[in-house]
Every structure is written in structure tokens, then in C-alpha cells.
């Protein structure tokens, strides 16, 4: 018998996996199968997939035009594992990424493979800035999220998160996010009037880390002009820019980088989750050519060369990002998920939306309304997540590759859910 074909009692998971499991104890069923925006359990059943790996599934899952070449490169004895060594399939990743995703965007960045994951990324993106800058500290913003290891979670912001960490997490300073005053205090004049007081205590950052953005923190959106303002400020400063584009990257919000439509040029860039288009770990930590100051060595990892990550994120960008056609599909079905959000929050009193592109929030001033939408969506077929401090935020990332009929399904899903929930 195959092994899909087989199933198992869960209580396998309760008694031999640690407690830190989270996302199956909103999700209480063994999955088995998966395809384009549907996964299916070992009872059979099927759920429409709004979540799509925490956004590394924006092509769906076990997509046939990656699988297909993935499927090919395995058979032929390509290779798996190859460090930082110089293969094929690593150098027609980089011949795609810089001919259809760099250049026609006029960014020059040097690629490096830092590890398999996206706190991989974030921690060789601080630890570059350091040794550029000679200084230390590092700026980051409230309800950031950027990784579970030491160096990322010293840039988080929830407190939960921070506090298993076990030790004081440093050198790094939160300022208020885009909006966080609610337009009470202009933006950034406490950041700039701190680091021109010589009493404020505010050792002159390194670098300044941002989620254009914040999916985890629920769905906080920077303006344009907010990231416009916060790059010129840099500039001014010697300063180096880090966009953390882990989750907002790879087309979520429309374009294929999410800073692309506020203008602006990061210093260094960092890309994980969708970059390999199926789900294959695998991240980048992108930097201007003159900010590798790298000694051979000095930064690695054991699967810093997943070289099947690299053929199925070639062909995502063949297939995907030789023309504009997907970024335009992700804003039109964007719009129809703002316009439903739109419709339930004038609807009901203690609710509102937020979002970019194919990342949108339904936010509830109620914090317990969120889990319960999300509880009622998951029996009704629908896997939806929540985010935000108090989990207050109901956090759609729909696969970018989802049918305009799945998409409207999984939205009435949740229109009934929220009704059951507040109405």
C-alpha cells in the first residue's frame, strides 16, 4: 500500500510531538494530499487553503508545471545537496533571477545563500550590516516579526515569541511603525531627534530592518510615502536599508518585491518562503555589490545549496514572471477580497480591513472574534489563520494561482463564518 493511501491515529502527534505544535490545534485532522488550492485529509475531506504555507505556496500546492521539472531533475540524478559548490541548476537560478527579476527592475544586487529559511536570511542581513558599518545596534519596528532565532527575534516585536528566548535580546531599538501613533506624532521625528541627541542613549544604528508589510503583526500596511520617508532618512544618515520580504515577496502583494510600488532601493533584501515556488526551503539575502564584504567562508550553512529549491524557483520564474500577467491577476482578485472585507465591516460594528494585494486582513476590535471566524471557517472547509498582538486579525494569504471561483467559495466561507460569529 503507498503511503498516501495509509493513515494514522493522530494521537501519535499528542503523544510523541512536543507541545510547541501550534497551527494543527486550529486544524484538529491528519492532511494527506494537496493540490492547487485545495488540501485534502486521510478522511477524505477537502479544504480550500487560505493560508498556503504562511504565504510559500503562493503557486499552490504541488503545482504540475514545477512538479513536472522538479519530478524530471530527481529521475535524471541531478544534484541535492551542494553546499555553496557551483552546480547547473544553481547557476541557471541566478541566470533567471538576475535576467527577469533584477535587471528589468534596475536593482543590482549580489545574491547570497545564507541557509534554508527565512531567519536565515534576516540573521546574515544583521550580521552583514554590523560588519559594513562597524556599529552594533539595529532599528526595528512594533509588531515586526522577522524569525525565531536569537538575532531575528531581538527585531520582533511579540512579546510571547521574544520571552522564549531564555535571554536578554540586544543592540536592537523599536520605533513606532507607520501609523502606530494614529497620525498623532509625525513620523519618524522621534527617531531623528533621538539620534541627534547626544543624551537620548540611542547608540547610532547599523541598520534599520522593515516589513512593508506586517503579516504576523496583523496585517499593518506602510504607506508609500511612509517608505519613501524612512529610506531618504537612511540615506541622510549612513544608514543601511533591510526589507524583510520573507512573506510580503515574490508577488503577494502584486509586484514581484512588495517595496517596488513605494519606489524605493533596499540595501539588502530578504527572500525565503515562495522563492522557491513549492515549498522547498530555501532564502536569499540579496545586497548591493559594494556591500560584500564577505571573507570566503565567513557566513555559511549546511543546506545553503538546495539545488532541487533552485530548479523548481527557475521555472516559477519562467513560468511566472516573464510578463506581467500574474501581478495583474493578483491585484484584480486583491480588490474582490477588499471589496467583501469591505462589505462585512459595513456590516457589522467592531470590524475593519486591511491589506495589499493578495494579503488582507479582517480586523476585529473584539480579539476573540478572530479565532472563533477562523474556528467556524475551518468546519465549513476553509483553513484561514489569525495574526495581529491579540490574534485579532483574521490573515488571508489565498494562494496567487487560486481560481476566481475557489476565491469567491472561500469568501462566502467566511462572510457566513463572520455572521455566525458577530451577527
Same mark, same amino acid.
Given at each position: 500500500?503507498?503511503?498516501?493511501?495509509?493513515?494514522?491515529?493522530?494521537? =501519535?502527534?499528542?503523544?510523541?510531538?512536543?507541545?510547541?505544535?501550534? &497551527?494543527?490545534?486550529?486544524?484538529?485532522?491528519? #492532511?494527506?494530499?494537496?493540490?492547487?488550492?485545495?488540501?485534502?485529509?486521510?478522511?477524505?475531506?477537502? &479544504?480550500?487553503?487560505?493560508?498556503?504555507?504562511?504565504?510559500?505556496?503562493?503557486?499552490?500546492?504541488?503545482?504540475?508545471?514545477?512538479?513536472?521539472?522538479?519530478?524530471? &531533475? !530527481?529521475?535524471?540524478?541531478?544534484?541535492?545537496?551542494?553546499? %555553496?559548490?557551483?552546480?547547473?541548476?544553481?547557476?541557471?537560478?541566478?541566470?533567471?533571477?538576475?535576467?527577469?527579476?533584477?535587471?528589468?527592475?534596475?536593482?543590482?544586487?549580489?545574491?547570497?545563500?545564507?541557509?534554508?529559511?527565512?531567519?536565515?536570511?534576516?540573521?546574515?542581513?544583521?550580521?552583514?550590516?554590523?560588519?559594513?558599518?562597524?556599529?552594533?545596534?539595529?532599528?526595528?519596528?512594533?509588531?515586526?516579526?522577522?524569525?525565531?532565532?536569537?538575532?531575528?527575534?531581538?527585531?520582533?516585536?511579540?512579546?510571547?515569541?521574544?520571552?522564549?528566548?531564555?535571554?536578554?535580546?540586544?543592540?536592537?531599538?523599536?520605533?513606532?511603525?507607520?501609523?502606530?501613533?494614529?497620525?498623532?506624532?509625525?513620523?519618524?521625528?522621534?527617531?531623528?531627534?533621538?539620534?541627534?541627541?547626544?543624551?537620548?542613549?540611542?547608540?547610532?544604528?547599523?541598520?534599520? !530592518?522593515?516589513?512593508?508589510?506586517?503579516?504576523?503583526?496583523?496585517?499593518?500596511?506602510?504607506?508609500?510615502?511612509?517608505?519613501?520617508? +524612512?529610506?531618504?532618512?537612511?540615506?541622510?544618515?549612513?544608514?543601511? +536599508?533591510?526589507?524583510?520580504?520573507?512573506?510580503?515577496?515574490?508577488?503577494?502583494?502584486?509586484?514581484?518585491?512588495?517595496?517596488?510600488?513605494?519606489?524605493?532601493?533596499?540595501?539588502?533584501?530578504?527572500?525565503?518562503?515562495?522563492?522557491?515556488?513549492?515549498? +522547498?526551503?530555501?532564502?536569499?539575502?540579496?545586497?548591493?555589490?559594494?556591500? %560584500?564584504?564577505?571573507?570566503?567562508?565567513?557566513?555559511?550553512?549546511?543546506?545553503?545549496?538546495?539545488?532541487?529549491?533552485?530548479?523548481?524557483?527557475?521555472?516559477?520564474?519562467?513560468? &511566472?514572471?516573464?510578463?506581467?500577467?500574474?501581478?495583474?491577476?493578483?491585484?484584480?482578485?486583491?480588490?474582490? !477580497?477588499?471589496? =467583501?472585507?469591505?462589505?462585512?465591516?459595513?456590516?457589522?460594528?467592531?470590524?475593519?480591513?486591511?491589506?495589499?494585494?493578495?494579503?488582507?486582513?479582517?480586523?476585529?476590535?473584539?480579539?476573540?472574534?478572530?479565532?472563533?471566524?477562523?474556528?467556524?471557517? #475551518?468546519?465549513?472547509?476553509?483553513?484561514?489563520?489569525?495574526?495581529?498582538?491579540?490574534?485579532?486579525?483574521?490573515?488571508?494569504?489565498?494562494?496567487?494561482? !487560486?481560481?476566481?471561483?475557489?476565491?469567491?467559495?472561500?469568501?462566502?466561507?467566511?462572510?457566513?463564518?463572520?455572521?455566525?460569529?458577530?451577527?
Amino acid at each position: 500500500m503507498q503511503l498516501l493511501d495509509q493513515t494514522v491515529d493522530d494521537s =501519535v502527534f499528542t503523544t510523541h510531538e512536543s507541545e510547541v505544535r501550534s &497551527y494543527c490545534r486550529s486544524w484538529p485532522t491528519v #492532511f494527506t494530499r494537496a493540490r492547487g488550492s485545495y488540501i485534502t485529509d486521510q478522511s477524505g475531506r477537502e &479544504y480550500l487553503d487560505f493560508f498556503a504555507g504562511a504565504g510559500s505556496l503562493n503557486y499552490g500546492h504541488n503545482n504540475p508545471v514545477l512538479k513536472s521539472a522538479l519530478l524530471e &531533475y !530527481i529521475e535524471n540524478d541531478g544534484i541535492t545537496h551542494g553546499l %555553496d559548490m557551483a552546480t547547473v541548476a544553481k547557476g541557471k537560478f541566478l541566470e533567471a533571477f538576475h535576467g527577469k527579476i533584477l535587471s528589468p527592475r534596475g536593482l543590482d544586487y549580489k545574491v547570497q545563500f545564507p541557509g534554508p529559511t527565512g531567519t536565515n536570511a534576516v540573521e546574515s542581513a544583521l550580521k552583514l550590516a554590523r560588519k559594513v558599518t562597524g556599529r552594533e545596534s539595529i532599528i526595528s519596528f512594533t509588531n515586526a516579526f522577522h524569525g525565531m532565532t536569537l538575532g531575528s527575534l531581538s527585531v520582533t516585536g511579540n512579546s510571547m515569541k521574544r520571552a522564549g528566548a531564555g535571554i536578554p535580546l540586544v543592540h536592537a531599538t523599536p520605533m513606532p511603525f507607520d501609523n502606530y501613533m494614529g497620525g498623532v506624532v509625525e513620523d519618524f521625528s522621534w527617531f531623528e531627534r533621538v539620534l541627534d541627541d547626544s543624551g537620548s542613549g540611542l547608540n547610532r544604528p547599523a541598520a534599520v !530592518i522593515v516589513e512593508t508589510v506586517q503579516g504576523e503583526g496583523g496585517v499593518n500596511v506602510a504607506r508609500a510615502e511612509w517608505l519613501r520617508a +524612512l529610506e531618504e532618512l537612511c540615506r541622510r544618515r549612513d544608514i543601511l +536599508l533591510i526589507v524583510d520580504d520573507v512573506q510580503m515577496g515574490c508577488g503577494r502583494t502584486g509586484k514581484f518585491f512588495s517595496f517596488e510600488e513605494a519606489g524605493i532601493k533596499p540595501d539588502i533584501v530578504t527572500l525565503s518562503k515562495s522563492i522557491s515556488g513549492y515549498g +522547498l526551503p530555501f532564502a536569499l539575502m540579496l545586497m548591493r555589490p559594494e556591500l %560584500d564584504v564577505w571573507s570566503p567562508g565567513e557566513h555559511n550553512g549546511t543546506f545553503r545549496g538546495n539545488n532541487p529549491a533552485f530548479v523548481t524557483a527557475t521555472k516559477t520564474i519562467e513560468h &511566472y514572471w516573464s510578463d506581467d500577467a500574474l501581478e495583474k491577476d493578483t491585484y484584480a482578485k486583491g480588490d474582490r !477580497i477588499a471589496k =467583501v472585507f469591505g462589505d462585512i465591516s459595513d456590516r457589522f460594528d467592531g470590524v475593519s480591513h486591511r491589506g495589499r494585494g493578495m494579503v488582507q486582513g479582517l480586523v476585529f476590535e473584539d480579539s476573540t472574534a478572530a479565532g472563533k471566524v477562523c474556528a467556524e471557517a #475551518f468546519e465549513a472547509g476553509l483553513l484561514a489563520e489569525t495574526s495581529g498582538p491579540s490574534d485579532e486579525v483574521v490573515k488571508l494569504l489565498p494562494p496567487l494561482t !487560486i481560481s476566481t471561483d475557489d476565491l469567491d467559495r472561500g469568501l462566502t466561507i467566511l462572510t457566513e463564518s463572520t455572521e455566525k460569529v458577530i451577527g
